[in-house]
């Protein structure tokens, strides 16, 4: 069951990540991440472990997607968390409009402080 104030921590972290996506600023982006993070993306490789590779990850990003104002707006955003562990997922316009990813991101709670302990990026593929 969720704690109203709990939520809001998740939420408030999930929207400053965004936030410092929008403005390319990679050490917020990591700010809340732990150093053993699992990462699954969109483009290879598909799995990385670890706060450097997650790091990297973010300055191929922007040699290929300057940061902007209509970058990674998160949607539809629902949060599940317990005392020590949550969950969040929702939807991610990369550049403002289509085509939308989804994001799901697992959290535990360390010192006090929530932090991202898993990322999960994926885009829909149409099957014919």
Do not use: Q
Request: with cysteine; hydrophobic share 45%.
């Amino acid at each position: 069951m969720n704690d109203a104030a709990t939520e809001a921590d998740i939420r408030n972290l999930i929207e400053a990540w965004a936030e410092a996506v929008r403005r390319g600023d990679i050490e917020r982006i990591v700010r809340d991440h732990l150093d053993d993070l699992v990462m699954f993306d969109v483009p290879e490789p598909v799995r990385m472990t670890g706060l450097d590779v997650y790091r990297e990850t973010w300055a191929l990003f922007f040699r290929h997607n300057p940061p902007g104002p209509e970058r990674f707006l998160v949607e539809d955003l629902a949060v599940i968390a317990g005392t020590d562990v949550a969950f969040a997922h929702g939807l991610l316009r990369i550049g403002g409009g289509e085509p939308r990813c989804r994001l799901t991101m697992g959290l535990r709670k360390v010192d006090g402080r929530w932090r991202v302990s898993h990322e999960h990026h994926s885009m829909p593929i149409e099957i014919a």
